[in-house]
């Protein structure tokens, strides 16, 4: 494929054993002690399983669509987070966060994303960022966390993840989880 391809796959083995670690996702700063009570899924994907090329910086990079079921009635806003724990970095990479969804939102998808406010990801940008773990660095995992809100998240656009997370602490009525993998070698 080519020298760059060759050390950046180099490169991935010597950092494979390198991860920020899943203690640090988000659901575990907000719902703990908390089970997993909203039903979050993809049509795009299993749980488990690889996310579609068209999620990754091998295809569009677009996200996947989600649905989810089983929100509390009483929910005042919902706030969505992708977090890849398995990055070589000291926290997991932020690959989208969503929030300023009503309680009642059903879906979210490419085209719907833009109805609500998006934070600052990873990379400083208020949008998502595709699938692309370091080439030959192994599985990575990407935790699509959905979490059902007590109150508004009346943050302006382009707020980062630790606002977020702030600001929604122990206001969490409701979580959901589904995790895709992705891997290039």
């Known amino acids: 494929m080519g020298i760059a391809h ?3 796959v180099a490169a991935g083995h010597v950092l494979s054993g390198v991860h920020a670690g899943s ?3 988000a659901l575990h700063k907000l719902a703990e002690g ?3 009570a909203i039903e979050l899924s993809s049509i795009a994907f299993v749980s488990g399983a690889a996310l579609p ?5 091998d295809g569009v990079g677009a996200p996947p669509p989600l649905r989810w079921q089983g929100v509390p009635e009483s929910t005042k806003s919902l706030v969505l987070l992708c977090e890849d724990p398995d990055a070589p970095a000291l926290e997991p990479f932020l690959h989208w966060l969503v929030y300023g969804m009503p309680g009642a939102t059903q879906e979210l998808d490419a085209h719907s994303q ?3 406010r998006l934070g600052e990801n990873s990379k400083s940008e208020p949008a998502f960022t595709p699938a692309a773990p370091p080439p030959g660095h192994g599985v990575h995992h990407y935790h699509f966390q959905l979490f059902a809100l007590d109150q508004a998240v009346s ?3 382009g707020a980062t993840r630790k ?3 702030d600001l929604v602490k122990g206001h969490v009525l409701a979580w959901g989880e589904l995790v895709g993998t992705y891997q290039r070698d």
Request: hydrophobic share 45%.
């Open 163 to 165: 606002d977020v997370v």
């Open 23 to 25: 203690e640090k996702l």
């Open 155 to 157: 943050l302006p656009a």
């Open 34 to 36: 908390l089970p997993p």
């Open 53 to 57: 090329i068209s999620c990754s910086v």
């Open 6 to 8: 060759d050390v950046a």
């Open 114 to 116: 833009h109805s609500y």
